[in-house]
């Protein structure tokens, strides 16, 4: 009983903190609820009325959502590299905010479950994908596999990420025996959300864009270039909003990292070039839409180029120590490297899948109103969730906030 | 604690929770009605996937349907929910020499099968080439939407495409909830109660032949043909998929029915029967005809063969 009423104090105390700040703060809450309200709006639309609501069709049965769902796995997958360096290796200007890392995770697979939810058509019946209540179909469709690795990762790191918040908000330091075997899980795990993500594409011998076997290291590479640069944008807000230190070590390592990552994602992006247009088979038509347009068609060629154009600056400006080290260049080089691959990984990956369509047609894509407002209001949502982290993790982290426990007299 | 924390955890929460609560409550009963509402929305959310009920189960829950078709259609359906021959293995075989590309496949189809009219969905697809330039393996110069004053034209020629019942289907493979399936009679069905809408299949379908109800269905209500079966025509929902059933509610009968695309072509281009027959018409045009199937190189093996008979 004592236990419980000191739960619901410590709850209560929770809410204190993440309900109170600056008028910045109310601002900010304010302006991502008008985001969110307007997706929830555009969602009751589009349930009622039908995906019609939406620019998608037969011929391009996937978009936007499935485009930001892909885009977002990786951001989740991408904690691991603040995981092995700070864990494996022990490198602690990285150990110290790894919880950040974490925390970024979870908000991305929140988004992305929230992304497949407004994907579905009969959302009430989402819960015949579960085993036992339902039908899941594992292990033969790789989307029962993605329910698993995703659920199983937003587990995860919950667990890692409650367990430490918890201990230091007692007042005690994180015990390493307990995170450790996490740890080790984790990482084969990450990278596992992203190879599932990456098959349930690759298998569909139907799609030749997506039927080759070059995907899943791409999708692990161009996730571990733009996941750690939105960490890297996050860390530097967070060291001006708080009194939390982040070493400049810490995030020219990082930069130093996501180098080499888009170095990877670059090459493996010539070999597939090369082999679509040096053998030039009937398999090149997508690849052809995308960067040259196809029968007149060629609404995604503008972002294509972009694209490349801002993956091999970045690559350039990480690259090079002088401009990595240098903030201004080195968030010039984060925004870039994240626009870059949210279009080369979201529209840029899952509309070719459908041009042309399996019988040769051609439905160009273009999301509709109600599509980018359910986007803008999931993305909202997951700013939302992530500045609530941030707002109660900070004072616990430096010491701030402390609950009480029974027995125990520290101070708040 | 100080007073002005107390002040806040007294007020604030409440009015929090409570707009939590209405939010929450607001947004359940979009969804599903609360208390005194009618017990079959219910019964139709609970409702088990079709190979998991047993008789009695499945002829209350279509008794239940008939009568919710009844008041939304101002019709009296028949659900039929035969079963598969035993013996039968159905296949299908298309003339390409023959066909004239008129449609009456298409539109004979859409009115046996009970499909939307408006947002439009047709099962086939017939593709229009140009003699001389790419086919079969390339589909990307076929036209879909051609629309001449007759037809057959001068230096055309005709394939339609529709559910090619593969023996090895991309599509069943990929259903995450095992909402489609292949029958002992070789067709792919679709519970259209259990299917969540989230296309995986259509994605998978090297043959187009996956149809979204992307909006509200809608015929005529004079329009819809009344003789259904649960695994086919039975009229569809918003948000879910939907396929060529190879008529199952006309050649799962016994005696059986062609299917209506089999019966409408002026030019008898269409030919139907059972696979393990060796008397049937369909194993006469594979053993003593030049046939292909399409995409042969993805391996779904395809019980649509297509052939030339002159």
Known sequence: MAKLLQLIKNFLVTLKFITKGSRWYYGWLAFLLFLITSGILSYIKQIDQGMILTNMRDQVSWGLYISNFTFLVGVAAAAVLLVIPAYLYNFKPIKEIVLFGEMLAITAIIMCLLFIVADLGRPERAWHILPIIGAMHFPDSLLAWDVVVLNGYLIINSIVVFYVLYRLSIGKDYKMSVIWPIVVISIPWAISIHTVTAFLYNGLSARPFWNASILAPRFIASALCSGPALMLIIFQIVRKASSIEIADTAIFKIAELIAYAMGINLFLFGAEVFKEFYSGSVHLAPMEYLYFGLHGHSSLVIWMWLALIFNITAFILFLRPKTRENFFTLNLACALIITGVYIEKGMGLIIPGFIPSVLGEIYEYGPSGIEKSITVGIWAAGALVFTLFLKFALPVYTGQLRFKTLGSHSEE | ?310
């Not at chain 2, 019964?43 to 002829?59: C, V």
């Not at chain 2, 043959?207 to 809608?218: E, I, L, S, T």
């Open chain 2, 1 to 310: 604690m100080p007073k002005e924390i107390k002040n806040n955890i007294l007020q604030k929460p409440f009015s929090r929770r409570a707009l939590l609560k209405g939010g929450a409550l607001g947004l359940a009963s979009l969804a599903l009605p609360v208390g005194n509402a009618d017990a079959s929305v219910w019964e139709a959310f609970l409702q088990k996937h079709f190979k998991e009920m047993n008789d009695d189960e499945l002829q209350s829950v279509i008794k239940r349907m008939e009568k919710e078709y009844a008041e939304k259609y101002n019709v009296n359906f028949n659900i039929k929910s035969t079963k598969p021959l035993p013996g039968t293995l159905f296949g299908y075989g298309l003339d390409v020499s023959r066909c004239i590309g008129c449609r009456r496949c298409v539109y004979a189809c859409v009115k046996e099968n009970n499909q939307s009219m408006e947002p439009q969905i047709h099962w086939i697809t017939v593709l229009r080439f140009k003699k001389g330039e790419k086919w079969v393996s390339s589909l990307e110069e076929a036209e879909v939407y051609y629309a001449p004053p007759e037809v057959p034209e001068e230096g055309h020629f005709y394939m339609p495409v529709q559910c090619q019942q593969c023996e090895n289907p991309p599509c069943v493979k990929v259903c995450p909830t095992q909402a489609t399936w292949k029958e002992r009679d070789g067709i792919v069905v679709v519970d259209y109660n259990w299917c969540i809408g989230c296309r995986y299949c259509m994605a998978a379908c090297p043959y187009g032949a996956r149809h979204f109800n992307w909006g509200q269905p809608n015929r005529a209500k004079q329009e819809y043909n009344t003789e259904t079966h649960y695994l086919g025509n039975r009229p569809r929902y918003k948000g879910v998929v939907e396929k060529c059933t190879f008529c199952i509610q006309r050649t799962r009968e016994n005696p059986g029915r062609y299917p209506a695309c089999v019966e409408i072509c002026p030019v008898g281009a269409r030919k139907f029967g059972n696979l393990l027959d060796p008397d049937s018409e369909i194993r006469y045009c594979i053993e003593n005809k030049r046939v292909f199937r399409l995409k042969e190189d993805l391996n779904t093996s395809p019980k649509f063969y297509y052939f030339f008979a002159t």
